[in-house]
Structure formats: structure tokens, C-alpha cells
């Protein structure tokens, strides 16, 4: 029986437009963090930290991110089921309204057309074509994966049908709300209620497109990468399924000491304590994967970036549960500690992973070699750098912060003022901002590469093809 | 303890049960080969 003929095309136009946005995403980050430095650099009405910021976070989440998973959900399901896509047709409709949504989503947000749910933000009109696209998505996927050629499934295939289900239902019910114009919407929910849809919709985004996806191409990739299979398949069902299980308890780990019940806090702390026993069996069985592996870290670079990649996965996923502690989050919430945290998991794990992804991909679907593995390194040693240098600035600031913000006089009286606090931020939104600079040219490298890959790269030897990645 | 509180507790044990369930089913000596098997089949050649 011959090889199947698996849809390529499609993947590209979605690595491509993914890439746009993943730059757009990381340039209007760079920007807002250099108006909290100078508030000069704010243009009302459009171009103040209030409008970028949503457009920062939207275009790395759902430009970026979501773009990415679109691509590679789309490479790997074919092969994994050893079957082409269900429908072409249906994948390049999902390409237009993926843009579509993205740059109407832009728009608007810089009109000011914003619900105020954090990740969230778009008013009704988006919504409905989110709610759209990612139906369309999930049909072409599962349709696929029901058509398999192969009888049991991959682990990947599990985190991919999570993701599907899972951002599915929670970004619906989040999204349930009463037009009253056309661009403007209230929630259903109130009060407590509100807070608590939010954040378990808030909480489980990051569990449902920022984890499952890059855990489904993390099990794929480390193993086509280094030649040599994970070390454990049935470790990989057991940490799904806890992970499934647990996940969607704990979004109430950002409301700990707010109105809504206290029994709802004390389960969201307990079950983000035990979330850290599936997320470090997948870590785990990363790194066993590599036993005998280990100098591939120094030869191949893509085995750098996941590996790397997996790690901050397993320092997230301690640092998040320890946040999610009542002593600990009445401490550090509220502060720079926070975005430190969020940036170690976006710009270190999904980021890391997704461009592990892309590099493999390149010579597959462009049928060239990547153009320079140096320039590829440079980016590697780019992002990782920056990335460091922003959380560690923003988890030392952030425990200043609340040192400051805690502080009593004998009477009682608060040591500080709020502007006294703010005043001593400075120096490291400054170290912050150096750091984005450093991870906005890492990026614009990596552009670069890919650029000439399609443009000058070289016709791959059939032999690279099998393990590609060895410098 | 109301109904509302029991049908908790119920769904709570009953996630915990299917979750047992799948360990051992993952687990099953006789099954080990089986569940393994998809880790080498992915390592086909594309």
C-alpha cells in the first residue's frame, strides 16, 4: 500500500500567518512595557497601554499560539493517523476566518470594544466567529482521527482531542452574555458568579491551548527529533488523564481571598497542589526520553529548544501551584510577580516548543534545508536569554513590590504610599524591557532563517529527512 | 448534608472510580506491550 498524500500547503499558510502574529504579538509587547516606563509614549485614544495591552496578549494567544496549534495539529494528525485531512476545502475556510477574526479582533480592541474579561476581551460579533472556527477546527480533526488508518492512538492524538473539547466548551460558557448593541454585550453571570466563570474559563485556557497543545507536540516532536521513542507511552496516559481530571478545578486559585465561597478557594488550592504530579510525569518522562540522549543538547538544536522547553514546563508548573497557596498568593498577587510567571510559560515553554516545531517542519513542507542551524542557535540563545532576564527582573521586583506594599509602622500606618511603591518599579521595568528587546530580536532571527530556508535553502539528503536537527 | 451535597461527594468518587479504572487498566501486566506499542509506531518514517 502506498503512502498516503498528506495536505502540506495548508500547514505552511498557517506556520506563515502564525509567525506574523507571533511578531506583531512580541513588537506591541516591547512597546507597552517601554510606556510603563515612560507614560509619554501613550497616544490616546488608540495607542495607550489600555488598548495594546489586550492586543498583546490576544495576538500572542490566539495569533501566535492558536496559530500555531492550527498548523501543527493539521501536520500531525495526518501522520498520526497515517490518513490525509478530512477536508481540504474546510482547513483553507478555517485559514480566512482565522485572519479574519484576528485582525477584526485587532480593530476593535483599538477602538476600545472591550468586555473586560482578561483573555477575553472580544465583544459578541468575535466571539460568534471564534465559536465558528474553532468548530470548524475541531470537525476537520476529529473527522480525521475517526478515519485513522492506525487502531490505537498516540498520546498526542489525546492532548489534541482535549484541546479541541476543552477550549470548546470553556471559551462558550465564558462567552454566554446578552447584546445589547452591536459591539456591546453583558455577561450573563454576576457578582461571584462572574468572577468564578472567568477564571475557570481564564485558569483552563491556559490549560487547553497552552498545554495540551504544546504537551501533543512535545511528545511528537522530541521523539522524531532525536531518532529514539519516549521513554514511556502508558506514563504519558496515566499523566493525561490526571491532568484532565484535575485541571478544571483549579481556576479559583486567582480568587483566593475575594467573595466567592471559601470551600471553592480551599479546592482550587488543594487539586493545583496535585496538578504538579501530572504535569512532572510528562516532564519526566521527557527527560527519560533522553537517557543515553543527552549529548544531543550540544548537536542538535532542536532537542535544545524542547528540552528547554520542557523544563520551564516543569519550573511553571511548581511555581504556579506554590502561587496557588492562600500565605503565598496574599503576598504575591496583585504584583509584577504575576506577568514574571505567565511569561515564563509563554515566551519559555509554548514559545520554545512551537518553534522547536517549526524548525522541524521546515525542510518537510518547503522540502529545503533550514538555511543556518548558527543563525538557529543565536535564536535559541536569544529567547532564552531575554526570557530570563524578564521574569527573574519582574519576580524581584514583584517581591519588593509586595515587601512594600505589606510594610506597618508600630501604629499601624502603612509605610508606604502607592506612588513610593511605583517609583521603586522602575529600575526593573527598565531590565524588563531590555529583556524584550533581546526576545524581539531572537524572533526576528528566527524570521529571518525561515525567510531564507524558503528563499536559499538547500534540497534535503533523504538521510536528514529521518532525524533532522543535528548540526 | 443536603442532595446537592451528596450528588458532589457522588460525582467527585465517581471521577476517582473511572480514573482508578483507567490506571489499571493502563498498568495490567498483560496489557504492557500493547499500550506501548503506539510510541514505536509513530517513529515511522513519514
Request: glycine share 8%; aromatic share 16%.
Amino acid at each position: 500500500m502506498g503512502k498516503p498524500q498528506y495536505h502540506t500547503d495548508i500547514v505552511k499558510s498557517f506556520v506563515n500567518w502564525s509567525l506574523v502574529w507571533g511578531v506583531v504579538a512580541v513588537l506591541v509587547g516591547v512597546i507597552v512595557s517601554f510606556q510603563m516606563i515612560n507614560p509619554d509614549l501613550n497616544y490616546p485614544p488608540y495607542f495607550t497601554f489600555g488598548r495594546l495591552r489586550p492586543i498583546h496578549t490576544n495576538a500572542g494567544i490566539y495569533g501566535w499560539g492558536v496559530g500555531t496549534i492550527f498548523a501543527m495539529f493539521i501536520y500531525m494528525v495526518q501522520r498520526l493517523c497515517k490518513t490525509p485531512l478530512w477536508s481540504l476545502g474546510l482547513a483553507r475556510f478555517q485559514l480566512w476566518l482565522f485572519n479574519a477574526t484576528i485582525i477584526a479582533a485587532a480593530v476593535t480592541l483599538l477602538l476600545g470594544y472591550n468586555t473586560t474579561l482578561e483573555y477575553h476581551e472580544m465583544e459578541w460579533p468575535i466571539d460568534l466567529m471564534i465559536v465558528v472556527l474553532w468548530v470548524v477546527f475541531s470537525i476537520n480533526i476529529i473527522m480525521t482521527i475517526i478515519k485513522r488508518k492506525e487502531e490505537q492512538m498516540y498520546i498526542s492524538l489525546w492532548y489534541m482531542m482535549a484541546a479541541l473539547i476543552g477550549v470548546a466548551i470553556l471559551f462558550t460558557v465564558n462567552a454566554l452574555a446578552v447584546p445589547v448593541s452591536a459591539f456591546k454585550s453583558y455577561s450573563i453571570f454576576a457578582g461571584t458568579n462572574s468572577a468564578n466563570v472567568q477564571w475557570w474559563f481564564g485558569h483552563n485556557a491556559v490549560a487547553m491551548a497552552l498545554t495540551a497543545p504544546p504537551l501533543a507536540m512535545f511528545y511528537y516532536f522530541l521523539p522524531k527529533s532525536t531518532g529514539v521513542p519516549i521513554y514511556s507511552h502508558r506514563l504519558s496516559i496515566i499523566a493525561f488523564w490526571s491532568l484532565i481530571f484535575m485541571y478544571l478545578w483549579t481556576g479559583a486559585h486567582h480568587l483566593l481571598w475575594t467573595p466567592i465561597p471559601d470551600w471553592i478557594q480551599t479546592l482550587a488550592m488543594a487539586f493545583s497542589i496535585m496538578l504538579i504530579a501530572p504535569s512532572w510525569g510528562s516532564v519526566i518522562n521527557g527527560y527519560m526520553s533522553m537517557k543515553g540522549q543527552w549529548h544531543q543538547m550540544r548537536d542538535n538544536y532542536l532537542v535544545k529548544f524542547l528540552i528547554l522547553g520542557i523544563t520551564f514546563y516543569g519550573l511553571q508548573t511548581l511555581q504556579g501551584p506554590m502561587q496557588a497557596i492562600r500565605t503565598f498568593s496574599a503576598f504575591i498577587h496583585y504584583t509584577d510577580w504575576v506577568p514574571g510567571h505567565i511569561h515564563m510559560g509563554t515566551m519559555g515553554w509554548v514559545s520554545l516548543v512551537s518553534v522547536a516545531g517549526i524548525y522541524f517542519l521546515l525542510p518537510r513542507i518547503y522540502g529545503r534545508e533550514v538555511y543556518s542551524i548558527p543563525l538557529a542557535n543565536l535564536h535559541f540563545w536569544l529567547v532564552v536569554i531575554g526570557q530570563l532576564i524578564w521574569s527573574t527582573s519582574m519576580w524581584i521586583s514583584g517581591i519588593l513590590q509586595a515587601g512594600m506594599w505589606n510594610a506597618m509602622n508600630a501604629d499601624g500606618s502603612l509605610t508606604y504610599t502607592f506612588t513610593e511603591t511605583m517609583v521603586e518599579m522602575y529600575p526593573y521595568w527598565w531590565i524588563r524591557a531590555i529583556g524584550g528587546v533581546i526576545y524581539l530580536i531572537g524572533i526576528l532571527v528566527f524570521i529571518y532563517n525561515v525567510y531564507m530556508t524558503v528563499q536559499k535553502g538547500k534540497e534535503p539528503a533523504p538521510k536528514l529527512l529521518e532525524v533532522e536537527g543535528r548540526a | 448534608m443536603d442532595l446537592a451535597s451528596i450528588m458532589y461527594l457522588a460525582v467527585t468518587f465517581g471521577l476517582f472510580v473511572i480514573f482508578a479504572l483507567i490506571v489499571g487498566n493502563t498498568y495490567k501486566r498483560k496489557n504492557k506491550q500493547k499500550k506501548e506499542a503506539p510510541k514505536y509506531r509513530m517513529m515511522d518514517d513519514d
